[in-house]
């Protein structure tokens, strides 16, 4: 059973850092894209961030309202997907989703599987 | 960045009924789209990918069609269990974006 399991959340000052954690298991880790994505409170979903696989050099892709402060990575030996982030704002208080990439080829990379989410919260 | 709008936003309608949740894109974008599920304190649950292929296990009543830039969710009948809040997902271009949600609520 495939299973992803996100950590680290948490209350953090604004300029602050925090870094989320998922544990990944049921699957074969390192053969998938993981991706990042967040949900501010009753607000809907946004994409964060991308990690490819070692075949494609875990090169990583972002969006624009992360770019430059948040670092996605991961650690295959460990099955485990990380997202650093620094200089929070209060605009990245959200529930972040760590997410299966089902499928590296172009255009067929939904998410089949999600985690249960962390909360984080920028505030003074 | 590629913008997809959903339509309508929020929509009331009783079990049994046939419900239509539209999708548009900014640009076309081929037949890459996924559809999402959401319940209230749930993680999204995947539906469709590829436009209209429907994901393991996802019953039957659940169909998505178009490409290019006009996207459907239809549910045919729908059940107690549907009551969520529905996203479509353009896998085009980064970044990829999210429409900004359907809630399908009770009559």
């Known amino acids: 059973e495939v299973q992803l399991v996100e950590s680290g959340g948490g209350l953090v000052q604004p300029g602050g850092s925090l870094r989320l954690s998922c544990a990944a298991s049921g699957f074969t880790f390192s053969d998938h894209y993981m991706d990042w994505v967040r949900q501010a409170p009753g607000k809907g979903l946004e994409w964060v961030g991308r990690?490819?696989?070692?075949?494609?050099?875990?090169?990583?892709e972002y969006a624009a309202s992360v770019k430059g402060r948040f670092t996605v990575s991961r650690e295959d030996s460990k099955n485990s997907l990380y997202l650093q982030m620094n200089s929070l704002r209060t605009e990245d208080t959200a529930v972040y989703y760590c997410?299966?990439?089902?499928?590296?080829?172009?255009?067929?990379?939904?998410?089949?599987?999600w985690g249960q989410g962390t909360l984080v919260t920028v505030s003074s | 960045d590629i913008e997809l709008t959903q339509s309508p936003s929020f929509l009331s309608a009783s079990v049994g009924d046939r419900v239509t949740i539209t999708c548009r894109a900014s640009?076309?974008?081929?037949?890459?789209l996924a559809w999402y599920q959401q319940k209230p304190g749930k993680a999204p649950k995947l539906l469709i990918y590829?436009?209209?292929t429907l994901q393991n296990g996802v019953p039957s009543r659940f169909s998505g069609s178009g490409s290019g830039t006009q996207f459907t969710l239809t549910i045919s009948s729908l059940q107690p269990e549907d009551f969520a809040t529905y996203y479509c997902q353009q896998l085009h271009s980064y970044p990829r974006t999210f429409g900004q949600g359907t809630t399908v609520e009770i009559k």
């Open positions: 590829a436009a209209s």
């Open positions: 990690t490819r696989d070692k075949p494609n050099s875990y090169t990583t």
């Open positions: 640009q076309g974008i081929s037949s890459y």
């Open positions: 997410a299966r990439v089902g499928s590296s080829t172009y255009g067929r990379d939904h998410l089949d599987y």
